[in-house]
């Protein structure tokens, strides 16, 4: 599975932005897509993630401002974020696996994108 992150910028303080992430390779409608993001000289942190049957899960920094969503038929996985904040400041990275047993473990996905830089300005 190959994936490229995509969407990233500089944007104001609530202001909205859609990070796409597109995948290749294997059967991308049976993996698990998810959303991290590493803020200067902090650690890699979930964001949200998506499963093929269609639960989705939030940090509790995001929930009610970001969505994920995802369409099998482009192999794309999106992530919606609104009311920004200087806080959301970060690289932000698509994963892929096809099993998790903990969906906000970085360590349980095989596949990352290259990242996309989302800069929040207050």
């Known amino acids: 599975v190959q994936l490229q992150a995509s969407g990233g910028g500089l944007v104001q303080a609530g202001d909205s932005l859609r990070l796409t992430c597109a995948a290749s390779?294997?059967?991308?409608?049976?993996?698990?897509m998810a959303w991290f993001r590493q803020a200067p000289g902090k650690e890699r942190e979930f964001v949200a993630a998506s499963w093929n049957i269609g639960t989705t899960y939030y940090a509790n920094s995001v929930k009610g401002r970001f969505t994920i969503s995802r369409d099998n038929t482009k192999n794309t996985v999106y992530l919606q974020m609104n009311s920004l904040k200087p806080e959301d400041t970060a690289v932000y990275y698509c994963?892929?696996?096809?099993?998790?047993?903990?969906?906000?473990?970085?360590?349980?996905?095989?596949?990352w994108g290259q990242g996309t830089l989302v800069t929040v300005s207050s």
């Open positions: 390779g294997r059967a991308f409608s049976r993996n698990v």
């Open positions: 994963a892929a696996a096809f099993h998790v047993g903990s969906t906000s473990n970085r360590n349980e996905y095989d596949y």
